[in-house]
């Protein structure tokens, strides 16, 4: 089991940044590849971002490419998504999910994940 816990989101101009994170605990939860997801009211969860256990391959969707970076410190058993000139329709309900990983693979879909996080609402304003 994997308890995963989001912080960070919160109101930003456009423009602005934000740095989220996403702390995990529970058994092995260095191994776990993770993924960022957004949902925004009336539109399906996508993921934004994704990486492999080691933190050797990352994946972005286009709507993110460039200005978002997704990391991991599995010391601290804790994943990052760092944002960029946020836009408004950056705005939605962000979660994070993990998933035991044996092998370096991307998961980029909402069930390849069975562990998620309660969600932080990142709000953009223009």
């Known amino acids: 089991q994997v308890k995963l816990v989001e912080s960070g989101g919160g109101l930003v101009q456009a423009g602005g940044s934000l740095r989220l994170s996403c702390a995990a605990s529970?058994?092995?939860?260095?191994?776990?590849?993770m993924g960022w997801f957004r949902q925004a009211p009336g539109k399906e969860r996508e993921c934004v971002a994704a990486i492999t256990w080691d933190g050797g391959v990352t994946y972005y969707a286009d709507s993110v490419k460039g200005r978002s970076t997704i990391s991991r410190d599995n010391a601290k058993n804790t994943v990052y998504l760092q944002m960029n000139s946020l836009k408004p329709e950056d705005t939605a309900v962000y979660y994070c999910a993990a998933r035991t990983a044996g092998t370096g693979s991307i998961y980029k879909y909402q069930y390849q994940y069975p562990y998620w996080g309660q969600g932080t609402q990142v709000t953009v304003s223009s």
């Open positions: 529970g058994s092995s939860a260095s191994n776990n590849a």
